[in-house]
């Protein structure tokens, strides 16, 4: 949906003052931090990652040096295509565990294509592969950060809740150790404890201010982890946008097939049973012109305004398909023209320094008079604008009234279908309708020159 943006990620209890569900948090986020859901599902993702990151280096470094040094012959591409296809298992596994853990949706990379039939087409498919690349590179990283990670985030987690606790456990020392408490310094002649009750205060705020930060650093290195799995383990950028190509090309082909089966039913429904009509009473008038000349003649005045009101439907239905006004004198006399047909007062403003190619400009076009219509059914405005420019290599298109608002893409309205038509051209919708109003919608289109 081109009124969309940004990376799925799962419905965390984030830093709102909110949580699921609607429910309001007592406590500031900075405090809850280490005993929310998400702090956790981060920490276990950390824990699991170093003996996965080992299982999955292991793998990988010593499947890929085998079928390496066995090109010489020809177990190497089996060897090769083995470890390849194990790496994406891994990759299946992390998807999944990103997905259980960390809340980051990552779509399925693009399935392997053999060229054929056998273990040999789906070799050379699995070599041949970007993706499963990808997959072993992710392999070896992985393994690096994970080890540093892991260091890092256990080491504050159990040094800052160690401290944080000190107060409850402090007593083991003198008891079972032999010393006053947690030793800080010792040599031959001096040691030096944390056994007094200041001490022991001052040990436990450390550790409290660990166990805040703890969380938040441990979502930073998370971070990395969610740009490895979405960089190297979901579909190409080659591969998203070949489907996305393919989503707009349906998308284009049922416009079409919608604005023809449009035209087939108003030129059914309106000049053609109009013209139909038209031939009888003509036809009567003919019959009737040796008898009844005055009756003949009222018939045939009926007839000539017939006439006019199927010429009238025939221009609406032209103008419909593309007017000529538009194809003769541009955007800003088009545009003026279906400003002058709207229920409201609208001011047009046009500033482009030439015009676009037509493609784009029909879609402009109607764009704006689609945008328009909704104005005159529903937005119950007094007045609306329409403003065109040209930024870099970017056609906007900005309507606004000052109607009721609440107008809304997602809806399943007429606006949906605006913005799928956008999104197939590389155009982006964007909706801005509180309730109450004032509503203004703004159309992105690439610029192509004319």
Known sequence: MATQYGQGYADWDGPGSQGAGGRRHRLPVALRAPIERRAWGELCYLLLSLPLGIAMFTYSVTMFSLGAGLLVTFLGIPVLAAALAGCRGFGMLERARARGLLGLEVAEPEPLSPKGRGAMAWMGAMLKSGTSWRHMLYTVLQF??????????VTLWVNGWGM???PLWFWVFPAYVGQGGIQLYGDEAHHVYLDNPFEI????????????????IVRGLTTVDRLLVHGLLGPSRLATRVVELESDRGVVVDTAAADLRRIERDLHDGAQARLVALAMDLGLAKEKLTEDPHAAARMVDEAHGEVKTALQELRDLARGIHPAVLTDRGLDAALSAVASRCTVPVRVEVDLPSRPAPAIEGIAYFTVSELLQNISKHAQASRATVDV??????????????????????????????????????????VDSPPGGPTRITAELPWRSA
């Open 164 to 166: 944080l606790t000190y």
């Open 144 to 153: 690096p950060w994970a080890v540093f990670s892991f260091t890092v985030g």
């Open 201 to 216: 205060t001052v040990t436990a705020l450390v550790g409290l201010l660990f166990t805040l930060a703890t969380p938040w």
């Open 389 to 430: 420019w040209r930024v870099e290599d970017r056609l906007l298109l900005q309507v606004t009234d000052d109607g009721l608002g609440g107008a809304d893409a997602s809806a399943g309205s007429g606006l949906a279908g605006l913005a799928g038509r956008l999104d197939a051209v590389d155009g982006i919708l964007v």
